[in-house]
């Protein structure tokens, strides 16, 4: 069994004799002897900062690389998705809440090393590897070592992530992915403060970041609440923001919400609200727009933005009808923004949980 529990942190630093701080997010944890940060898996043992997740996992699955979601790297594949325990953000609407938010997940959990996760991407054909279902910030030491075996078998590192991370931690962190999927959850620090117990600031800052100062391929996903942030005063806000701050080439998803966690008396977002969404982001110019959690074949669909041919057919996560060539609108040569290739993976719909062990 591969237990490495109590494995050094990075990003802290001694406030005196008796506490630590926590450097890696922005909450700046001041943590006593034996106590653990908010995120729940970094903790001060002998006035030392620990992750109590390096090597844990809360299970592994194939997936296609839509489900991310991640539209525009390399479309059809399959990922390696897997997540531990814990999360740095309080979300009352969490869809994951009972991996994100479990204190007995340690118990559970499947252990597996960097070089076992990689060796079991590359013999299922994976051409990714992804830290999702909770946020791989707070386990970002396991993360940077699975990257590095990934890379050694030329699998790709891909972080679904709400970008809650300090400037000390993330050059680090983001030098060693090759895509992210970040989740910007509102446009108002009232939203991040009332709902996420968190900052807007700072996501807006790791967006910045990764775009200007990054090759990391970067896509976008707003998680739209009834009443809480799909007003058209926001999105109008935060379409204009991600279009003159990153760019038209951004692909953003707005995605349905559904009634869990501590968010159960609100009903479940209507497609007509994501398809307003998209309405107001293609107005704002973006280029790339998604509606996600319904099925809307036409607005899950990427379509050439010079000749608005359809260029890939999306029927939930399976495609169909494919025109990239050389990374370009097979129709008219236009360039599509992101990593493709000439042919699609064939992964489709498919969902394949998997075991990962010491033996294996």
């Known amino acids: 069994m591969y237990d490495t529990s109590h494995h050094p942190a990075r990003y802290w630093h001694t406030l005196d004799t008796t506490r630590i701080q926590c450097n890696l997010c922005p909450r700046f944890c001041k943590l006593k002897e034996g106590q653990r940060g908010f995120c729940f898996v970094r903790q001060n043992i002998e006035h030392q900062l620990v992750l109590t997740t390096y090597g844990r996992s ?72 992804a830290f999702t279902y909770n946020d791989p910030v707070i386990f970002v030491e396991y993360a940077i070592d699975i990257a590095k075996a990934c890379a050694e078998h030329d699998i790709r590192s891909v972080a679904v992530s709400a970008g809650y991370i300090t400037a000390e931690a993330r050059e680090d962190f983001f030098s060693h992915l090759d895509a992210v999927n970040i989740d910007l959850k509102s446009f108002r620090e009232a939203f991040y403060h009332s709902l996420c117990f968190a900052q807007l600031q700072p996501v807006l800052d790791t967006l910045l970041y990764l775009k200007h100062e990054t090759d990391v391929w970067v896509e976008i996903t707003t998680l739209l609440i009834p009443d809480e942030n799909d007003s058209d005063e926001e999105l109008h806000a935060l379409t204009e923001w991600i279009a003159t701050q990153l760019g038209p080439d951004v692909p953003l998803h707005f995605s349905a919400f559904h009634p869990d966690f501590k968010m159960v008396d609100k009903s479940r977002t209507p497609k007509t609200t994501l398809q307003r969404a998209k309405r107001i982001a293609t107005q704002k110019g973006l280029r790339y727009v998604y509606t996600g959690n319904v099925h809307d074949e036409t607005n899950a669909s990427t379509y050439c933005p010079q000749c608005e041919a359809r260029v890939i057919q999306r029927d939930w996560y399976a495609l169909g ?40």
């Open 58 to 129: 809360s299970g592994f699955c194939v997936d296609p690389i839509e489900k991310k979601p991640l539209n525009h790297f390399y479309p059809g594949t399959s990922i390696l998705s897997f997540g531990t325990a814990g999360c740095n953000l309080g979300c009352r609407f969490c869809q994951n809440w009972d991996i994100s938010k479990s204190k007995e997940m340690d118990k559970l959990a499947d252990y597996a090393s960097p070089e076992q996760i990689a060796k079991k991407a590359a013999s299922l054909g994976c051409r990714s590897v």
């Open 321 to 360: 009808e494919y025109h990239i060539r050389e990374g370009r609108c097979a129709h008219c040569q236009t360039p599509i923004a992101g990593h493709f290739e000439n042919e699609p993976g064939k992964w489709g719909r498919k969902r394949l949980p998997v075991r990962i062990t010491q033996k294996g």
